[in-house]
């Protein structure tokens, strides 16, 4: 009838085709020109509801290049959309330019998201131009091309060819889960190397190994209970016999000189600190009672005390007396020097047939001696 108005809607699912792309996007435009923004939302779904066969074909084209279709036409549909909302009849037809658009954001998707791994975008630009012109000159050549060649080529440096060969295989990298073959479990990334944590640390610690021997001996046995051992503050001082204060300071001590010696070009000298805090030297005197001889030893034996130890015990020996006798009360450590030291004047005993008695040991040499089969009495 006359004066009725007419609405031109997409044809019927079995009428669709390539050639009503067009139509419908005319009719769209004629639909949507008189209507406000928030009533264009519905032609605007009809007229991507049916381009989306459209938006299949194109994405299926390019299925098998290491993406799912299902992504493939995901993008699809959103350059779809794109070219629907972009879309003016003025500017030509409708199916080109969805066509361009929706390839485009294809193309854009394997550009930008299929990497395997991140490559600069002109480096990706760049493997695109080498693999033409690999193809191009292994047709001309009939062999593969050398990078002097593409160099030639492509008029790029031959660093950059290099560099496009080598990233082309972060496209799509191995997994390191891939097992290596054969009837082996063994996976790709257990024949891959890893750097050492500690190979940085090594120059330290064979510093700190030359450091530790310059230390006297009970400064180093506390490092290594503490350190190595992890013992406690309060363990220490009760194996040594002395207060966990005093441990605290010789810890404090130590630690504050091998940080110095290892800033400094030559370590400084070791210093022993107060009276208060540091036993005396090795102490070695001989007493004669009668036909006894009592040797009173004190402060620490270390290498240097032990030969003033084994000095007085083979004099005291040579003597023939009835009895000779270690007062060890006033030794606070005994190093495995002080200990190399007690055997001998033993051993120079049972030779001469002199008895000899250790007596009054400090509990932390007493556990030393022991250790080494020396028999302390109490």
Do not use: C
């Not at 060969?165 to 390191?176: D, I, K, Q, V």
């Amino acid at each position: 009838m006359f004066g009725q108005t007419t609405t031109t809607t997409p044809p019927p699912p079995t009428e669709r085709g390539l050639e009503d792309l067009d139509a419908a996007a005319l009719a769209y435009a004629a639909r949507i020109a008189g209507l406000p923004p928030e009533r264009r939302q519905e032609a605007r779904d009809d007229l991507v509801r049916f381009a989306l066969p459209f938006a299949g074909r194109l994405a299926r084209r390019y299925r098998g290049r290491g993406e799912p279709l299902e992504d493939l036409e995901q993008v699809a549909r959103l350059g779809l959309v794109n070219a629907v909302d972009r879309y003016d009849p003025e500017r030509g037809s409708f199916t080109a330019y969805a066509a361009i658009t929706i390839v485009g954001e294809i193309k854009r998707h394997f550009r930008d998201r299929t990497w395997g791994v991140h490559v600069p975008r002109r480096l990706r630009d760049l493997i695109l131009e080498v693999g033409q012109a690999t193809a191009a000159l292994t047709s001309e050549l009939s062999r593969a091309p050398t990078v002097a060649e593409l160099s030639a080529r492509l008029e790029t440096p031959e660093e950059e060819i290099l560099a496009a060969l080598e990233s082309a295989a972060g496209y799509s990298p191995a997994s390191l889960n891939a097992p290596v073959g054969g009837e082996s479990s063994a996976e790709f990334g257990d024949l891959v190397g890893e750097s050492d944590s500690a190979l940085e640390s090594v120059d330290d610690r064979v510093t700190v190994s030359g450091l530790l021997h310059r230390l006297p001996w009970r400064e180093r046995r506390i490092l290594a209970m503490r350190f190595y051992g992890n013992q406690t503050q309060a363990e220490i001082a009760a194996r040594f016999g002395i207060s966990q204060m005093h441990v605290s300071r010789l810890l404090s001590r130590a630690l504050t000189w091998l940080r110095q010696a290892m800033l400094a070009d030559a370590p400084p000298p070791w210093q022993n600190g107060t009276a208060e805090a540091e036993p005396a030297k090795t102490r070695i005197s001989v007493r004669q009672h009668g036909d006894q001889v009592v040797v009173e030893v004190g402060g620490e034996v270390d290498r240097d005390g032990a030969d003033k130890l084994r000095r007085a015990m083979l004099e005291a020996v040579t003597g023939q007396p009835r009895e000779v006798v270690v007062d060890l009360v006033g030794a606070g450590t005994v190093d495995a020097g002080g200990i190399a030291a007690l055997m001998a004047g033993r051993e120079a005993a049972a030779r001469t047939g002199v008895p000899l008695r250790l007596t009054r040991v400090q509990p932390a040499v007493r556990r030393s001696l022991a250790a080494a089969g020396l028999p302390a009495a109490d």
